[in-house]
């Protein structure tokens, strides 16, 4: 319940931000798109600022707070397309 309650709150937060640049919702895509994208790299800024802080580099602090897996998550292979058409046949 607590989860829920969380994303509430950062959504009437967006929704006080969307409203003060003007923008009406459902933004439009780019928008909305840039917006997600600034969610998704706010998201890893303590992260990576804490290993940081302990004196990583910023390869090591990148690596260590798992920031590509979570920004790009799990990229197609081709032997995933492979076996998908072959289950689709």
């Known amino acids: 319940m607590k989860i829920y309650l969380i994303s509430l709150g950062a959504g009437l937060l967006v929704g006080v931000v969307y409203s003060l640049l003007q923008v009406r919702s459902p933004a439009p895509p780019l928008i909305a798109l840039v917006g997600l994208l600034g969610i ?3 998201e890893q800024i303590l992260p990576l600022g804490k290993h940081l802080m302990r004196g ?3 390869e090591r602090a990148w690596k260590q707070a798992e920031c590509a ?3 790009f998550g799990m990229l197609p292979s081709g032997s995933d397309r492979s076996q998908s058409s072959k ?3």
Request: charged fraction near 10%; proline fraction near 8%.
């Open 40 to 42: 998704l790299i706010g």
């Open 56 to 58: 990583a580099s910023i």
């Open 69 to 71: 897996p979570h920004l």
């Open 87 to 89: 289950g689709d046949a």
